[in-house]
C-alpha cells in the first residue's frame, strides 16, 4: 500500500481511537512531503501504530477517516460503502413507491463517508462532496450508485460548486456525470414536489423536515398557518393537506415563492386557501397583526455555518422566536428549527426559552425534534446531529 502517512503528536490519538471520523490540524505532528489536498493518507499514532486511512485537506480538519481498517480505498470499498447505505435504506423501509420515490441514500459521516451527500429523487441521483477527495472520486462513486440501485438510479447529477471547500482549486463543474436532463419531480407522502436540483438550494429539496412536516399536517385542521422561510412550500401542502383553514408562505426570494406556488398548484389546484409573500422574515413579523396565525413555523437557513457566527445566531434565534411568541394567537403552535451544526439543542433551546421569557407568554413543550432516519447520527460523530426542533404550545 503506497498510500503517503500523517503522524500524530504524542497523546493526540484518542479521537481516532474512538472512531471519530475528523483529525484536526492541531493534532498532526508530521505529514509525509509531496501531501496535496484529497490525497489518501494514512493516519499513525506517534509511535507508528496505524489508526485510520481518509482524506487528506487544508483548514482545521486535516483528515476525513474513510476507514479504520488499513486498506485500499478503491472500487471495491466504494461499492460496499454505497451498498451498506441502501441496504440500510432499504431495511427500514424507503424504498420507490407510487406515493414516495425520494430519500438521502448518502448522509456523510452518519453513513462513513465523511464529505460526501448523495439524495434521490425518483430515477435521479443528486451527488454533492464537501471535500476534495470526494470530489476526485466523484465519477467512480457515481458509477457504484448506477450499480448498487439495480436500474433504479439512471441519472447523476454532480452539485457541489457552491459545497468544496473554498480554497480548493478544483474549478468544480454543476452537471451530469451519468444520464441526462429528466423530469424533476419528486413524490413525498402522496404529495408532489417540482426540484430544482440544478439552481435551487441543497439538493433540490429539504428531504431532512419530511417527519416533521407529516407531524405538522395532524395540527393543521382548522388552523391558520404561517410558514417563514418557505422555500419550496413543504410545510406549506401538508398544512393544506391536514385541513388548514389557510395558509400564508413567505420567503425573501422570489424563486422560493414561484416554486411554492408551483408545487400548491400541482397539490391542490387554485386553493384561495394558499397566499405567498415575497419578504424579509423579520419585517413580515414587525407588521403583522397580533393573533393573526394560530399555528407558526419557523425553518430558517443555517443562521451559522461555523462556530465564529455562533453568538450572533443565537441572538438571531433568540430574536425571530421572540417575535413569534409576541404575535401568535394564545392557545397557538409554534414549530421552530435550527439547522445549524455550530448550534447544539441545549443552546438553540436557550435561546427559544429566552425568547419565551421577553414574551411573557406560557410556553409548554409538545415535541422535541431532529433528522429523520435517512439522516443517520454516527454514534461516534455526534456533531452529525445538525437538524433540532421544537413544537411549543403558547397560551
Same mark, same amino acid.
Given at each position: 500500500m503506497s498510500y503517503k502517512s500523517m503522524t500524530l503528536k504524542k497523546g493526540k490519538e484518542s479521537s481516532p481511537d474512538r472512531f471519530h471520523p475528523w483529525v484536526f490540524s492541531g493534532a498532526v505532528a508530521r505529514a509525509d512531503k509531496g501531501l496535496e489536498e484529497g490525497d489518501i493518507v494514512r493516519v499513525l499514532a506517534s509511535d507508528g501504530r496505524f489508526l485510520g486511512v481518509g482524506h487528506c485537506q487544508i483548514g482545521s480538519i486535516a483528515v476525513r477517516i474513510l476507514s479504520f481498517?488499513?486498506?485500499?480505498?478503491?472500487?471495491?470499498?466504494?461499492?460496499?460503502?454505497?451498498? /451498506? $447505505?441502501?441496504?440500510?435504506?432499504?431495511?427500514?423501509?424507503?424504498?420507490?413507491?407510487?406515493?414516495? !420515490?425520494?430519500?438521502?441514500?448518502?448522509?456523510?459521516?452518519?453513513?462513513?463517508? =465523511?464529505?460526501?451527500?448523495?439524495?434521490?429523487?425518483?430515477?435521479?441521483?443528486?451527488?454533492?462532496?464537501?471535500?476534495?477527495?470526494?470530489?476526485?472520486?466523484?465519477?467512480?462513486?457515481?458509477?457504484?450508485?448506477?450499480?448498487?440501485?439495480?436500474?433504479?438510479?439512471? !441519472?447523476?447529477?454532480?452539485?457541489?460548486?457552491?459545497?468544496? =471547500?473554498?480554497?480548493?482549486?478544483?474549478? /468544480?463543474?454543476?452537471?451530469?456525470?451519468?444520464?441526462?436532463?429528466?423530469?424533476?419531480?419528486?413524490?413525498?407522502?402522496?404529495?408532489?414536489?417540482?426540484?430544482?436540483?440544478?439552481?435551487?438550494?441543497?439538493?433540490?429539496?429539504?428531504?431532512?423536515?419530511?417527519? !416533521?412536516?407529516?407531524?405538522?399536517?395532524?395540527? $393543521?385542521?382548522?388552523?391558520?398557518?404561517? !410558514?417563514?422561510?418557505?422555500?419550496?412550500?413543504?410545510?406549506?401542502?401538508? $398544512?393544506?393537506?391536514g385541513g388548514a383553514s389557510l395558509v400564508h408562505s413567505v420567503d425573501s426570494s422570489a424563486k422560493a415563492i414561484d416554486l411554492t406556488n408551483s408545487n400548491i398548484q400541482s397539490n391542490f389546484g387554485d386553493d384561495a386557501r394558499h397566499t405567498a409573500y415575497v419578504e424579509d422574515a423579520f419585517k413580515f413579523l414587525d407588521r403583522m397583526e397580533r393573533g393573526s396565525y394560530d399555528l407558526i413555523v419557523l425553518d430558517p437557513p443555517a443562521f451559522a455555518k461555523h462556530r465564529a457566527a455562533l453568538k450572533n445566531a443565537l441572538q438571531g434565534y433568540k430574536r425571530l422566536n421572540a417575535k413569534a411568541f409576541e404575535k401568535i394567537q394564545p392557545g397557538g403552535i409554534l414549530f421552530t428549527f435550527s439547522c445549524s451544526q455550530a448550534v447544539s439543542k441545549e443552546q438553540f433551546r436557550l435561546a427559544v426559552f429566552s425568547a419565551a421569557v421577553m414574551s411573557g407568554r406560557k410556553v409548554r413543550i409538545l415535541h422535541q425534534l431532529t433528522q429523520p432516519a435517512d439522516h443517520p447520527v454516527n454514534i461516534c460523530h455526534p456533531e452529525g446531529e445538525y437538524l433540532k426542533g421544537l413544537v411549543l404550545y403558547v397560551e
Amino acid at each position: 500500500m503506497s498510500y503517503k502517512s500523517m503522524t500524530l503528536k504524542k497523546g493526540k490519538e484518542s479521537s481516532p481511537d474512538r472512531f471519530h471520523p475528523w483529525v484536526f490540524s492541531g493534532a498532526v505532528a508530521r505529514a509525509d512531503k509531496g501531501l496535496e489536498e484529497g490525497d489518501i493518507v494514512r493516519v499513525l499514532a506517534s509511535d507508528g501504530r496505524f489508526l485510520g486511512v481518509g482524506h487528506c485537506q487544508i483548514g482545521s480538519i486535516a483528515v476525513r477517516i474513510l476507514s479504520f481498517e488499513d486498506r485500499l480505498i478503491d472500487r471495491s470499498f466504494w461499492t460496499e460503502r454505497l451498498t /451498506a $447505505a441502501y441496504q440500510m435504506r432499504l431495511g427500514i423501509g424507503l424504498d420507490y413507491t407510487d406515493r414516495h !420515490n425520494c430519500f438521502r441514500l448518502v448522509h456523510g459521516e452518519g453513513d462513513f463517508l =465523511p464529505g460526501l451527500v448523495v439524495d434521490f429523487y425518483g430515477s435521479t441521483a443528486v451527488m454533492q462532496a464537501h471535500s476534495v477527495g470526494m470530489h476526485l472520486h466523484r465519477q467512480e462513486i457515481a458509477q457504484c450508485l448506477v450499480d448498487i440501485s439495480e436500474g433504479k438510479i439512471k !441519472n447523476v447529477f454532480y452539485k457541489s460548486e457552491t459545497t468544496l =471547500p473554498y480554497k480548493a482549486d478544483t474549478e /468544480a463543474e454543476n452537471g451530469y456525470l451519468i444520464g441526462e436532463d429528466t423530469d424533476a419531480v419528486a413524490y413525498e407522502n402522496g404529495l408532489q414536489f417540482a426540484i430544482d436540483w440544478a439552481r435551487g438550494q441543497k439538493t433540490g429539496f429539504f428531504i431532512d423536515q419530511r417527519e !416533521n412536516r407529516m407531524l405538522l399536517e395532524r395540527y $393543521a385542521p382548522g388552523r391558520k398557518v404561517l !410558514n417563514m422561510f418557505c422555500y419550496t412550500g413543504g410545510f406549506s401542502c401538508y $398544512a393544506m393537506r391536514g385541513g388548514a383553514s389557510l395558509v400564508h408562505s413567505v420567503d425573501s426570494s422570489a424563486k422560493a415563492i414561484d416554486l411554492t406556488n408551483s408545487n400548491i398548484q400541482s397539490n391542490f389546484g387554485d386553493d384561495a386557501r394558499h397566499t405567498a409573500y415575497v419578504e424579509d422574515a423579520f419585517k413580515f413579523l414587525d407588521r403583522m397583526e397580533r393573533g393573526s396565525y394560530d399555528l407558526i413555523v419557523l425553518d430558517p437557513p443555517a443562521f451559522a455555518k461555523h462556530r465564529a457566527a455562533l453568538k450572533n445566531a443565537l441572538q438571531g434565534y433568540k430574536r425571530l422566536n421572540a417575535k413569534a411568541f409576541e404575535k401568535i394567537q394564545p392557545g397557538g403552535i409554534l414549530f421552530t428549527f435550527s439547522c445549524s451544526q455550530a448550534v447544539s439543542k441545549e443552546q438553540f433551546r436557550l435561546a427559544v426559552f429566552s425568547a419565551a421569557v421577553m414574551s411573557g407568554r406560557k410556553v409548554r413543550i409538545l415535541h422535541q425534534l431532529t433528522q429523520p432516519a435517512d439522516h443517520p447520527v454516527n454514534i461516534c460523530h455526534p456533531e452529525g446531529e445538525y437538524l433540532k426542533g421544537l413544537v411549543l404550545y403558547v397560551e
